[in-house]
């Protein structure tokens, strides 16, 4: 009897995998290796994610808890520190493009999605968060005296409730500041908070 493929394998094929080694190419993200692609490090990563793992040395644990099943999966085994190496090293932009494409294809799934309100504007939602950070491990983060911080400044689609602006900053920049960032449609319908009442900006 034909087994079914792991959840995760049939997840990995949801993604344009032809879009994003255009990327990687772009970047070169590929050049000069051999067995551990941008693809694995995505693969694991993205693991590394859904199972909330912590770092590292979790990571691992979990790759080599699961080794034999990992082809099925659609990862491929590594050393931590190859995983290491990689994610220092490879360009960042890489992953950050494919997400952006991502993001356009599911805004375009849910283009027709209803509102709770009846407008046919587009209705976007900004704000932002304080991501705490271990001044120990991040001394560059200094929020307090004792407390390191960086900022994620979002806009949501609320139509699918799907990102498509982000940017992070330092703990201590306000809210309005990365406001003038922000791509704005002529029809667009944003909701905010008061830290964004800036006169000249609005």
């Known amino acids: 009897m034909p ?6 394998a049939q997840f990995l094929r949801l993604l344009p995998r032809y879009e994003f080694q255009l990327i990687v190419n772009k970047y070169k ?29 979790d990571i691992d ?3 080599n808890a699961h080794a034999r099943k990992l082809y099925h999966i659609g990862i491929k085994q590594c050393p931590k520190s190859t995983l290491a190496d990689a994610n220092e090293l490879r360009d960042c932009r890489i992953y950050e493009e494919f997400a952006k494409t ?16 009846e407008v046919n504007n587009a209705v976007y939602a900004l704000d932002a968060s304080t991501i705490d950070l271990t001044l120990s491990l ?6 307090r005296k004792t407390k390191g911080a960086i900022k994620m400044h979002a806009m949501l689609d609320l139509r699918g ?11 201590k920049v306000h809210d309005v500041k990365t ?24």
């Open 61 to 63: 644990m979990t790759l």
């Open 3 to 8: 087994r079914q493929p792991y959840v995760f």
């Open 102 to 117: 991502l993001m356009q294809r599911a805004r375009r799934e849910y283009a027709q999605t209803d509102l709770a309100v």
């Open 179 to 202: 406001a003038p960032q922000v791509p704005i449609e002529c029809d667009g319908i944003y909701v905010v908070d008061r830290a964004y009442i800036d006169f000249a900006w609005l």
């Open 161 to 171: 409730n799907i990102p498509v602006f982000l940017t992070i900053t330092d703990g």
């Open 29 to 57: 993200g590929d050049y000069h290796t051999k067995h551990f692609k941008c693809w694995d490090q995505l693969s694991c990563m993205m693991l590394a994610h859904i199972r909330q793992e912590d770092g590292l040395r």
């Open 138 to 143: 991040y001394p560059w983060a200094k929020f």
